[in-house]
């Protein structure tokens, strides 16, 4: 505050002290006089009541208080004659002497008692006018602080003026006149873009990335031709080293009545502050493990592709590694990201520029995208390739992985949300998976299909107790001489409705609602049971293959039920043998090793069933109680064509181990003669013969089909 004022303020603080000192004498004073006036009256009525001849006795009383000050005693002796109502006349002079005294004194008091009284009335007058002035005093010091806001306000905005004037003088300065297409560059403008010569807007323009010129131009354009007042964007620039810089500009118009005058400005570098943004971005829209898109991404790559040309050369991939989640489980997080990163890699080298991979909900999206006219036969061709790729085997350290694939396609027919895309390729997908074939290509009979996927699975729970349950046999023979070594035993189901449904249809139904249990109970159960009562037609070396799931595999009780089933058929136990999946075993090696030493325990035999498929660890095979490797019928498929590299690593492997081999899907002859060249002693397919029920085994067992090799 100014220092006038601040005297002002302490004169009227010093007044108001006085005043309340003087109002607080005069209030004391009062009431004091009213005191003094009240005892002299009552003093005054006593003296004149005793000059009448009443209250002597009180009178001598107050003429006695006062001898005590007398020094000649008179008034002692007054005090006495007037007690004694004896008075001569010089003692009643005294005494009316005396009472004028008192009645003076009185007087005297009710005097200054009034003249208190009109200073108390003077006192409510000045309370008045102080109260006033106290009042104007806080209307003027509010007004002084309210200016002293305000210019602060003003004060502060200057200053932040000021330091973006600054900050706009130390990232380069620039000014350009339309007239003359010149631009002055300052020497912080040079150092911040990273060009050592320029004179001119197109020297400017020629460094910006293509994509960036046109609204360069167009913010030029709207300042000098006073559509806006100032301008501010961040554009692409190529500094003299070949590197790329984002640059914001800002500026304004140099005089602001005439933006035909010219433009000044400032530029920055932001590139590191770009980059931190696109990393923010960037983690928004791709998946951190595989780099792919993620649905919210896709999904706008689909829309954009389907408007282009109403979804016409557009097809739609889902694709999943069925294995990925097991692998994750068994090898643990590293070498399950690797897996999922070598398989996306392998998915982008694949694509071409046009094309979007993504990654979501666990599995890999493709949109294969044909800009111009594609043939009518697109694109089954490219995703053939596409699936067979992502089939083949991939290392992982100490890890074979042959990957699970698979997919499921749509090729749109007409325009449609890409959310309904996505949802057209997921039900496609699990068409696929519901199948034995790698690829499910999407049709508008796959609603009613998941409908019916829907009404198994909550059927297949009652299946068991219905007996809508029943066993197939499909024979396995030794490849040199064809003569019969055992069985696989094999569920189908016969539903009330739908028939023999296959168990490539309701047993991924059952695992996924986990009735697998239930279903593998009842297997093993019966197919002791079967093969205990047909045992004298077939030899005592010969066995039934029992298929065991992982999530049965899993049950702690899962040695018990074995053991129970034995007990229940008498069968013996070597002549069980368990199949299990590499998947099975790989989720807990600790203890699936306390599991299958269980029931080698019993006597009871184990296979790895599809080797080859999984993750073909060759560490695990040493570790496990193992007895028979099954080779997958992918491999034996095309061994008549040189492709037996696969086959005749795992008869080799196997035969240094001491295990068994049986090659599945053996259908031709070639197959054949081409397993038993690489040493492969069992096998089993259509060659030999197909899953049967019991009632056709048993005249299939018969002496006359003992040699089954040219079955």
């Known amino acids: 505050m100014h220092r006038g004022f601040q005297r002002s303020l302490i004169f009227m603080a010093a007044g108001l002290v006085a005043f309340v000192i003087w109002c607080t004498w005069l209030v004391v004073s009062v009431g004091h006089t009213e005191s003094e006036v009240a005892t002299l009256g009552a003093q005054l009525l006593v003296l004149e009541d005793a000059q009448v001849g009443h209250r002597r006795p009180e009178a001598a009383t107050l003429l006695r208080q006062w001898a005590r000050d007398d020094e000649d005693g008179s008034l002692?002796?007054?005090?006495?004659?007037?007690?004694?109502?004896q008075l001569s006349a010089a003692q009643q002079s005294q005494f009316a002497t005396v009472t004028a005294t008192v009645e003076a004194a009185h007087v005297e008091a009710v005097g200054r008692l009034h003249s208190l009284r009109d200073g108390q009335r003077v006192l409510a007058i000045l309370s008045l006018v102080l109260a006033g002035g106290m009042l104007l005093l806080g209307i003027v010091l509010w007004r002084e602080l309210r200016q002293r806001h305000e210019d602060h306000k003003l004060i502060?905005?200057?200053?932040?003026?000021?330091?973006?004037?600054?900050?706009?003088?130390?990232?380069?300065?620039?000014?350009?006149?339309?007239?003359?297409?010149?631009?002055?560059?300052?020497?912080?403008?040079?150092?911040?873009?990273?060009?050592?010569?320029?004179?001119?807007?197109?020297?400017?323009?020629?460094?910006?990335?293509?994509?960036?010129?046109?609204?360069?131009?167009?913010?030029?354009?709207a300042v000098t031709e006073g559509r806006q007042q100032s301008m501010e964007l961040e554009h692409r620039l190529r500094a003299d080293d070949g590197s790329t810089r984002w640059i914001r500009i800002r500026a304004v118009v140099r005089e602001a009545d005439d933006p035909e005058a010219g433009l000044i400005g400032a530029v920055d570098d932001v590139t590191q502050h770009q980059s931190t943004r696109?990393?923010?971005?960037?983690a928004e829209r791709l998946d951190p493990v595989t780099g792919l898109e993620l649905r919210a991404s896709f999904e706008k790559s689909v829309t954009r592709a389907m408007e282009t040309n109403g979804g016409a050369g557009v097809?739609?991939?889902?694709?999943?590694?069925?294995?990925?989640?097991?692998?994750?489980?068994?090898?643990?997080?590293?070498?399950?990201?690797?897996?999922?990163?070598?398989?996306?890699?392998?998915?982008?080298?694949?694509?071409?520029p046009t094309d979007i991979a993504?990654?979501?909900?666990?599995?890999?999206?493709?949109?294969?995208?044909?800009?111009?006219?594609?043939?009518?036969?697109?694109?089954?061709?490219?995703?053939?390739?596409?699936?067979?790729?992502?089939?083949?085997?991939?290392?992982?350290?100490?890890?074979?992985?042959?990957?699970?694939?698979?997919?499921?396609?749509?090729?749109?027919?007409?325009?449609?949300?890409?959310?309904?895309?996505?949802?057209?390729?997921?039900?496609?997908?699990?068409?696929?998976?519901?199948s034995t074939a790698r690829c499910a290509w999407y049709r508008d009979t796959m609603g009613k299909a998941a409908e019916r996927a829907l009404r198994l699975e909550a059927d297949l729970m009652h299946a068991a107790d219905r007996d809508q349950l029943v066993l197939y046999f499909q024979p396995i023979v030794r490849l040199p001489d064809g003569r019969i070594k055992g069985v696989e035993a094999l569920v189908r189901w016969s539903h009330p409705e739908f028939g023999l449904i296959a168990p490539g249809e309701f047993i991924p139904l059952a695992e996924n609602s986990g009735t697998i249990r239930e279903i593998g109970r009842w297997v093993l159960d019966n197919a002791t049971v079967t093969i205990q009562s047909i045992g004298e037609l077939m030899?005592?070396?010969?066995?039934?293959?029992?298929?065991?799931?992982?999530?049965?595999?899993?049950?702690?009780?899962?040695?018990?039920?074995?053991a129970?089933?034995?007990?229940?058929?008498?069968?013996?136990?070597?002549?069980?043998?368990?199949?299990?999946?590499?998947?099975?075993?790989?989720?807990?090696?600790?203890?699936?090793?306390?599991?299958l030493a269980a029931l080698r325990q019993l006597g009871v035999r184990i296979s790895v069933d599809d080797f080859g498929t999984g993750y073909s660890s060759l560490s695990y095979l040493q570790q496990l109680p193992l007895d028979v490797l099954k080779i997958d019928r992918a491999f034996v498929k095309d061994i008549e064509s040189g492709h037996d590299a696969i086959v005749r690593a795992i008869v080799s492997m196997s035969a240094a181990l001491g295990l068994d081999v049986i090659a599945e899907g053996i259908e031709t002859p070639g197959q054949l003669d081409t397993l038993t060249e690489l040493g492969c002693k069992l096998g089993q397919?259509?060659?030999?013969?197909?899953?049967?029920?019991?009632?056709?085994?048993?005249?299939?067992?018969?002496p006359a089909n003992e040699d089954v090799r040219l079955h």
């Not at 696109?278 to 960037?282: F, S």
């Open 76 to 85: 002692a002796r007054l005090a006495d004659s007037v007690d004694q109502r």
């Open 156 to 221: 502060s905005t200057s200053e932040q003026r000021y330091r973006r004037a600054l900050d706009l003088a130390r990232g380069g300065v620039w000014e350009f006149s339309p007239d003359t297409d010149q631009v002055l560059y300052t020497p912080g403008w040079f150092a911040v873009v990273g060009i050592q010569r320029a004179s001119t807007l197109d020297d400017w323009l020629s460094r910006l990335h293509p994509a960036d010129r046109v609204a360069f131009l167009r913010s030029i354009a």
């Open 278 to 282: 696109e990393r923010a971005l960037r």
């Open 315 to 352: 097809a739609v991939i889902r694709l999943a590694a069925d294995d990925l989640p097991r692998l994750h489980t068994t090898f643990g997080r590293k070498i399950g990201e690797a897996y999922q990163r070598g398989l996306a890699q392998r998915l982008t080298r694949h694509l071409r």
């Open 358 to 434: 993504g990654w979501f909900d666990g599995a890999f999206a493709v949109m294969l995208w044909e800009p111009g006219t594609a043939p009518r036969s697109w694109p089954r061709r490219e995703v053939d390739q596409l699936v067979a790729l992502m089939g083949e085997p991939i290392q992982l350290e100490s890890v074979l992985a042959t990957p699970r694939i698979a997919a499921g396609v749509l090729k749109p027919q007409e325009p449609m949300p890409s959310d309904e895309v996505l949802r057209r390729a997921d039900v496609a997908l699990d068409r696929c998976r519901a």
């Open 539 to 562: 030899p005592d070396d010969t066995f039934v293959a029992v298929n065991v799931s992982a999530l049965q595999f899993a049950e702690s009780r899962m040695v018990e039920e074995v």
């Open 564 to 595: 129970t089933a034995l007990a229940r058929s008498g069968l013996p136990a070597l002549r069980l043998e368990i199949e299990l999946t590499e998947s099975a075993l790989m989720g807990d090696l600790e203890e699936a090793q306390g599991r």
């Open 685 to 702: 397919g259509h060659h030999f013969a197909r899953a049967m029920p019991v009632s056709q085994l048993i005249p299939w067992l018969r």
